[in-house]
Nanobody
Framework: VQLQASGGGLVQTGGSLRLSCAGS????????LGWFRQAPGKEREFVAT????????YYADSVKGRFTISRDNAKNTVYLQMNSLKPEDTAVYYC?????????????????WGQGTQVTVSS
């Protein structure tokens, strides 16, 4: 199983980025998917999650209204559209897959992880 995240980069405050995470050797539609992030010196934190079918989403309060998670099971890809970015959004962003059917913000409930993509928001 492999999850490959991409789309990170350097953006100014208020800008936008779209992260993608492509899965291979995995039956994508069988997994709930999530995005997490980790800033230097901090613990990994939950950002957003989406159900297997894509009809249910859940966000951390810190990103609600600015970020949107979506998925395309036909393309084995999950996305994170990030708008109105702030310097505090700077982190390495990871995608992850969970077998657990219910939405979860705990990284312990995610079985597979991508390698991470760096997002840097300049002030």
């Amino acid at each position: 199983v492999q999850l490959q995240a991409s789309g990170g980069g350097l953006v100014q405050t208020g800008g936008s980025l779209r992260l993608s995470c492509a899965g291979s050797r995995i039956r994508f539609s069988a997994y709930g998917l999530g995005w997490f992030r980790q800033a230097p010196g901090k613990e990994r934190e939950f950002v957003a999650t989406i159900s297997r079918s894509g009809d249910s989403t859940y966000y951390a309060d810190s990103v609600k209204g600015r970020f949107t998670i979506s998925r395309d099971n036909a393309k084995n890809t999950v996305y994170l559209q990030m708008n109105s970015l702030k310097p505090e959004d700077t982190a390495v962003y990871y995608c992850a897959a969970r077998v657990l059917m219910v939405a979860s913000s705990s990284p312990h409930n995610y079985k597979y992880w991508g390698q991470g993509t760096q997002v840097t928001v300049s002030s």
